[in-house]
């Protein structure tokens, strides 16, 4: 049975940080330089998300997930492809990460990164702090 859960997300917004937190991927936090294939996991470098010559790669990968999380930056919401979520081929979560960095300053930025995760065709959106471990 496949239990791979493949994260996305732009460079910088705590993909591994977030697998670790899981409990899928131990060890060192480091760079992601390739997409990194595990039995629990698919962690993918920010990069396939910032350049669009690599999203065929995202494509490819997708159906060895289960589930896809895409995540994005509370403070730094950066769109993704609209509708990217409707050529992963299997089912999209959004997740807004480190909102433990928000404060009354960052008014609109959470509903900034909601609409943006809904433009990406995403319907379930969390908001947690990977780093907190909420």
């Given at each position: 049975m496949n239990r791979r859960v493949m994260i996305i997300g732009s460079t910088g917004v705590g993909k591994t940080t977030l697998l670790d937190k899981l409990g899928l991927k131990r060890g060192k936090v480091?760079?992601?330089?390739?997409?990194?294939?595990?039995?629990?996991?698919?962690?993918?470098?920010?990069?396939?998300?910032?350049?669009?010559?690599?999203?065929?790669?995202?494509?490819?990968?997708?159906?060895?997930?289960r589930v896809i999380l895409l995540v994005i930056d509370a403070l730094n919401p950066k769109p993704f492809p609209s509708n990217l979520s409707k050529v992963l081929r299997a089912p999209v979560l959004g997740v807004i990460n480190k909102i433990d960095l928000l404060d009354r300053r960052s008014d609109g930025k959470l509903d900034l990164a909601r609409r943006l995760l809904k433009n990406a065709g995403v319907k379930e959106v969390y908001e947690v702090s990977a780093v907190e471990g909420t």
């Open positions: 480091r760079k992601t330089e390739s997409i990194d294939v595990d039995a629990f996991y698919i962690d993918t470098p920010g990069e396939f998300l910032d350049i669009p010559r690599f999203y065929n790669a995202l494509i490819v990968f997708s159906p060895k997930a």
